[in-house]
């Protein structure tokens, strides 16, 4: 029996990281994150994140996150899959569709492709989206570094905007992947909306 998949995604500052630890504690998965989640994609992430110097252009973005997930995919996903651990990831694939295709302007489908080749088609079985009011989401922007803001939140509000909207789109496409939490209220409060959502959705145990 392999592992269950869980994707959390969702705009900058929906606390959507604290929520992907909080839900792998509670089904004793392993926590996993991208851009990151290998030493390789950490060192990418420092590079795609860092807010000073060049910065990739829009398709360099979007192929260096998709090298990230490769890597990220082969040796620690996929991996932990086979034998049989559930899995959650702070974002994957959608996070792409979302700020580099949507919010970039690439286009969905290319990047949907470039995807497809990098994760050689490994989806998630269920994605929780996390969603805030966009004010709320932006008042929590940078609070995990003291303020600071990265590269793609300091593109600002309009992209987390089309981000937000492409997140509501794709879950409202693919239903049976998707579930939608609303992220207001405490920590404790959105915890125990995700856990009954993914419990409503995912049968523990279950053969797949
Ligand atoms: P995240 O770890 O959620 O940010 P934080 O450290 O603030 O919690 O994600 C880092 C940023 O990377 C975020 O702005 C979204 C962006 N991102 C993409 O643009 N494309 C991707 O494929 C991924 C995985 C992340």
Redo the contacts with the bound molecule.
Sequence with gaps: MTGRFIAVEGA??TG??TQARLLADRLGALFT???GGTPLGERI?DL??DPMGEGPVDRA?ALL?AAA?AQHVDLVVAPALAAGRDVVS????A??IA??GL?RGLGAGPVAQVNEFATGGLAPDLVVLIEVDTPVAGGRL?D??GGEL?R??QAGDDLQAVVSAAYRDMAAADPDRWVVVAGGGTIEEVAARVADAVEARLTPGRDR
Excluded: T
């Design positions: 900058d500052g959507k990281s994150r991208e851009p992430r795609v994140l973005e996150m997930r702070d974002r994957f694939v996070s792409s700020y580099q919010g940078g995990d570094r990265d793609i939140e």
